[in-house]
């Protein structure tokens, strides 16, 4: 056993029945270095490869499988594997293991060793090169290629009735509910979509040839110069489409996002491109790629099962990834199509916002939905990670949660810090916002309305609490991140800002971390420094809404606890911009000194200045005008919806 590790049962019983595995195939015993490749240990299949190094012998790749015990498919997949061998015709750039020995009985195989890494990882290095992505894509179409044509490619009239009836007659299984599946409706839809084509491809010349039958990135081994593929799993002649839909929905599904295809499109274009540069048996417009792409993403939903629980990490992150594209696949549409009357709305969230919107909870996207619906504009849900972002040059409207717009016609959201209220902006600097920027004016605020509206958001909020909240003579101060940086938008570093204050305020302080940053061992220095030179200044775990109900006057660079403490009657000293910043003692604005002075002696109109921020310059998503407004606001600031 390798120290500093547990090893797995499968690399137990893997490591152990080398020896007898090597003198079988007439290799000595001994004297092996095993390196792990690549390994699977599932419920369903454990099986694992390794780089098997001899110093007299050489380097081979020994695979080994536990389970499913099945000597007989094993021994298959080696036949195939063979097979393939003799039948490619090899050359510099591109190849196939020579498979050496096999142990069926152990279900263990040896073959030659190919240098190289699989063709994922290249591609996974490349995620921010697409012009690297596609000239690796053309490199795997042009083995496939040479694959396809070495078994005697045949011209055959394509027959997509038996795919449609296969799935026809699942779908009846699925709405009897003998058989569930992930993502129902979305299945549904798809069967639907092949039973739509099948007539405009029935009977058109396609070609069959030898299938690789499980030709993804994974099986690709590369090294930069010479391409090879491993794990053939069919050997029976069939459309080429077969193989070719697998490679390109591995590759659009991992690397590439729903905002690249069209309604319709499986694949993008410029991957297609790249592709069929490299393989040349049949073009892009051959009828077995077209449908069996679609038909693709079926074959690889149906083996995610319906149930999160029962899912391993690697089938839902293939839901994840696939249902998007799905989404758009499945829509109204031909891949051929290249205009759209009017640009959609794109949506940007998080993983876990996006399973929220998915499932009718992410009240934004829910809002969005309504005004695509009212407006008869297309709305779709990318997931906000750098491969699914669009193109600056993009005329597709994006929103994006609290980070910097997508897109030429991209816009912020952000919820106002509590309730239902939100900001639709162009930039994600708070401080720079319409309402950052607008005068709050008390004298024009309705008071009794006012009134109504903070008492009843306090006691929402906060309840009783708000309502007995008492001064005991200390200032609450929320610490932020990055304490030893002085940022645009700060008037000085958060740990100048504590000295500041000390030397401003008589008050102890109380500090709090927050809870989602990290701090650096210098950073906590400096806060031990602090506490050590000032006996007043402490930090302290305390939760904000206690805090809020028992200091005397917040000083923060913008954290929002300055905003809720108006609803405790607690006034605030900024240090930073912030939209919020009306009724508070602004340092950016009139210095520090000055800030500490007016926040002893100010009067703020809290209910008011609520009133003023959230129900007259926020959306308020759960007012009945609320679609109306939001329609408003963003035609506003640019969009024609």
Same mark, same amino acid.
């Not at 690889?300 to 099962?305: A, F, G, K, Y």
């Not at 750098?386 to 717009?405: D, F, G, N």
């Given at each position: ?32 270095? !095993? ?112 694959? %396809? ?12 009735? %038996? ?247 991209? !816009?912020?959201?952000?919820? !106002? ?212 407004? !939001? ?11």
């Amino acid at each position: 056993m390798r120290p500093g590790r547990q090893l797995s049962e499968l690399e137990i019983q893997s490591e152990r029945a080398f020896g007898d595995f090597a003198s079988g195939a007439g290799l000595p015993r001994t004297g092996w270095t !095993l390196t792990r490749l690549s390994k699977r240990d599932d419920p369903a299949i454990s099986r694992i490869s390794y780089l098997a190094e001899h110093e007299d012998c050489g380097r081979f790749t020994y695979k080994y499988q536990l389970r499913p015990l099945e000597p007989h498919g094993f021994t298959t997949e080696y036949r195939m594997q063979s097979t393939a061998f003799d039948l490619f015709p090899h050359s510099d750039h591109l190849t196939v293991p020579e498979p050496v020995y096999l142990d069926a009985r152990q279900q263990a195989s040896l073959m030659t060793y190919i240098e190289g890494r699989p063709l994922s990882e290249f591609m996974r290095e490349a995620s921010f090169d697409r012009a690297a992505q596609l000239v690796l894509l053309e490199h795997a179409g042009r083995w496939l290629d040479a694959y %396809h044509r070495a078994g005697g490619p045949e011209t055959r009239g394509f027959q997509p009735q %038996h795919t449609v009836g296969y799935y026809q007659r699942l779908r009846n299984q699925i709405t009897t509910g003998e058989i569930k599946v992930a993502a129902k409706p979305l299945f549904l839809k798809g069967i639907a979509k092949l039973a739509q084509l099948e007539p405009g491809f029935q009977g058109r010349e396609t070609v069959s040839a030898v299938q690789h039958g499980d030709f993804h990135m994974r099986n690709l081994i590369f090294d930069g110069h010479r391409m090879a593929c491993i794990d053939f799993s069919k050997d029976q002649r069939a459309p080429v489409g077969f193989d070719i839909g697998k490679i390109l929905l591995d590759y659009t599904s991992i690397l590439r996002s729903e905002a690249d295809l069209r309604p319709g499109q499986v694949i993008p274009d410029d991957a297609m491109e790249a592709f069929f540069r490299g393989y040349t048996l049949v073009g892009r417009n051959d009828p077995s790629v077209e449908f069996l792409l679609y038909a693709r993403i079926l074959a690889t939903l149906v083996h995610v099962p319906q149930k999160q629980s029962d899912r391993t990490d690697a089938k839902q992150r293939t839901l994840i990834r696939l249902r998007p594209i799905a989404q758009k696949a499945f829509s109204p549409g031909m891949s051929g199509r290249t205009t759209r009357a009017r640009p959609g709305i794109r949506l940007y969230l998080t993983s876990k916002s996006l399973e929220r919107a998915r499932h009718g909870e992410h009240e934004v996207y829910n809002a969005i939905q309504e005004v695509g619906r009212q407006t008869g504009t297309e709305v779709t849900l990318s997931r906000n990670a750098p491969k699914h972002r669009q193109s600056e040059a993009s005329a597709e409207m994006s929103l994006v949660h609290m980070s910097e717009p997508i897109g030429r016609n991209g !816009l912020v959201f952000r919820r !106002l810090y509590a309730g239902t209220f939100w900001q639709f902006e162009r930039c994600a600097a708070r401080w720079q916002w319409q309402s950052a920027k607008a005068l709050f004016d008390p004298g024009k605020i309705d008071a009794a309305a006012a009134a109504t509206f903070f008492d009843d958001w306090q006691e929402r909020l906060f309840g009783r609490r708000a309502k007995q909240a008492s001064r005991d003579g200390f200032i609450y101060m929320p610490l932020q991140g990055r304490l030893m940086q002085h940022r645009s938008f700060q008037s000085t570093s958060p740990i100048k800002m504590i000295e500041e204050a000390l030397q401003n305020s008589s008050l102890p302080i109380v500090a709090t971390l927050h809870p989602n940053e990290s701090y650096s061992d210098a950073e906590q220095k400096a806060l031990d420094a602090l506490q050590a030179q000032y006996p007043r200044f402490r930090v302290e775990n305390m939760g904000m809404e206690e805090a809020l109900a028992t200091c005397d006057l917040v000083v923060t660079q913008n954290s929002s606890a300055a905003f809720h403490a108006m609803f405790f009657g607690k006034p605030s000293v900024l240090f930073a911009g912030v939209d919020f910043h009306h009724i508070c003692a602004n340092v950016p604005k009139i210095g520090v000194s000055e800030a500490f002075a007016q926040a002893k002696v100010a009067q703020p109109e809290f209910a008011k200045y609520i009133y003023w921020f959230w129900k007259m310059n926020a959306i308020d998503l759960e007012d009945n005008a609320s679609i109306e407004r !939001l329609i408003s606001r963003l035609n506003a600031l640019g969009w024609k919806v």
